[in-house]
């Protein structure tokens, strides 16, 4: 009796302990996965969608179209023409998305479709060259515009243009590592300052039209160009407005409810930033004639100038708002491919860390960011835009030709958004004008750089991923290490 007693005793104190040891275990556990977290609903991935979009582009890109096509018909006829087309990619997108659920974008679907090789080739060009050229690009039209109120009759100098466009990528980049939350939030308010700066010149052009202002729309066609890469030209930097169609993909992982929200997302922000663009350039055509629109440093500031007086200067402020937030959801999505790259073994692993305290995919942020400072240098935007054009087109062609891969190659994958092939189809036929026209009827270096650039992608996947040779794990070990120590990140957690 006395023995059964003692094991009941026993057994009740095993118990009491290994309930008191699961409760610590419990109070332990970390509240979260070290994963990147599902925070971006659908009114975060519309404004993200529409922030990106919509920021130095409309306000940049107004006169190299008019430039490219010749007369203001032409002109209005690309941007709307260019809303098509990117309506039509991102709902190709829309069908990809929700059939791969990763994040990544492109290089997702590319390495489904194509395989590692092809994968490896978009994100080591877009990785070093096409993001980050891209945020410099945005950050440095956001120092144009913030510094031309200072420089009056004067163009800005170019250290301060460049110091300010440095400071906005150094701002823009600790905000997106200390919180995704803070980055959406940030992004949805710029998102509502350049849609109300959208709204006030589109309701000053409606006025100056009731007024009889049409001369500059009077005879539209007259002097329009018959180049055909004039056209692929005007076409480019149209299409580099609207660049951000394909945002959301970037960060799949991290949408509520992908298949609903992505779809969703972009049927209601590409066809509202199609809308603001053409109103936007009627607007500017009320007031500017053709050359002085081409001769105007900012065109939305001297259209202020003109309109809104002595109010004039809400513009440019709302401007500088509005390349912010384009530059802030670049920076966003663009560290999240350069983290999935890292992931998946394309670049260093310390890219596909994520911060311990912030759940944020901070190295891959930081490498995004210092890229975007060195491309500050060199800063003749127009180069920059055509050399991202040239390269981006060509991925979106194979991205477009990837689907149309997979509907034979891939038939069990469930697809919750099926989209007519003709779309790819013409996505790929577009890509490949895009691409080829501008070299064919002026034939620049910049293009063979650029060529030579991904095909030098080559010499580093053979030995460090395809090999994967062990002298380079054995340098990067300890380099790993202490960075990972400095910045207080850890590996995603399998999930």
């Known amino acids: 009796m006395d023995e059964e007693n003692i094991r009941k005793r026993k057994e009740s104190q095993n118990g009491s302990t290994s309930n008191n040891v699961d409760s ?12 990147l977290q599902k925070d971006v609903g659908l009114l975060s991935g519309i404004c993200l969608i529409v922030g990106t979009m919509i920021g130095s582009g409309i306000f940049i890109s107004p006169k190299a179209v008019l430039l490219y096509s010749g007369a203001v018909g032409p002109c209005l006829l690309i941007w709307a023409a260019c809303g098509v087309l990117a309506t039509m990619g991102a709902l190709c997108y829309a069908e ?21 090789l092809v994968a490896y080739l978009y994100s080591w060009t877009t990785v070093m060259v096409l993001k980050p050229s891209s945020l410099a690009i945005i ?4 120092a144009e515009y913030a510094s ?7 163009t800005p100098p170019v250290v301060v243009t460049k110091s300010l466009a440095a400071a906005a990528i150094f701002v823009i980049v600790m905000v997106n590592c200390l919180s995704v939350k803070l980055a959406n939030y940030v992004q949805n308010v710029f998102t509502l300052a350049k849609l109300f700066i959208i709204l006030i010149i589109v309701v000053a052009g409606m006025v100056m039209l009731a007024q009889g202002n049409t001369e500059n729309l009077s005879n539209a066609f007259e002097g329009s160009s018959t180049s055909v890469g004039a056209i692929g030209l005007a076409f480019y930097n149209g299409l580099w407005a609207y660049d951000g169609w394909n945002q959301l993909n970037c960060i799949t992982e991290e949408l509520k409810d992908p298949f609903r929200n992505l779809p969703l997302a972009i049927i209601i922000g590409i066809p509202l930033v199609s809308v603001c663009y053409v109103l936007v350039n009627v607007a500017y055509f009320t007031v500017l004639t053709p050359t002085e629109l081409l001769l105007s440093p900012a065109v939305a500031v001297t259209f202020g100038d003109r309109v809104l007086y002595p109010l004039s200067w809400i513009v440019p402020l709302f401007v500088v708002f509005s390349t912010f ?8 999505t663009a560290g999240r491919l350069v983290y999935v790259s890292g992931r998946e073994g394309h670049m260093v692993k310390i890219l596909s860390y994520i911060s311990l305290k912030h759940y944020t995919p901070a190295p891959a942020l ?22 991202f054009s040239f390269a981006q087109w060509g991925f979106y062609g194979l991205t477009a030709l990837a689907l149309i891969v997979m509907r034979y190659t ?7 958004v099926k989209v007519p092939i003709f779309m790819a189809g013409l996505m790929v036929l577009v890509s490949c004008y895009l691409v080829l026209a501008p070299i064919i009827d002026k034939p620049d270096l910049e293009y063979l750089y650029c060529t030579i650039f991904i095909v030098s992608g080559l010499f580093l996947y053979y030995p460090f991923v395809h090999r994967k040779v062990n002298w380079a794990r054995k340098i990067m070990r300890p380099i790993t290490m202490h960075l990972q120590l400095l910045m207080e990140v850890v590996p995603p957690e399998k999930t």
């Open 24 to 35: 610590q275990t419990k109070n332990k556990q970390p509240a979260k996965a070290i994963v």
């Open 96 to 116: 990809l998305g929700t059939m791969i659920t990763k994040s990544g974008g492109e290089y997702s679907y590319l390495s489904e479709a194509f395989g590692s």
């Open 139 to 142: 950050t440095l039209s956001f």
């Open 148 to 154: 031309t109120p200072f420089y009056p009759g004067c």
């Open 325 to 332: 937030g384009s530059a802030n959801g670049s920076c966003f």
């Open 366 to 387: 930081i490498f995004n960011g210092i890229l975007a400072s060195i491309y500050i240098i060199p800063s003749d935007i127009n180069t920059l835009i055509n050399y």
């Open 410 to 416: 891939r038939k069990e994958l469930h697809r919750p």
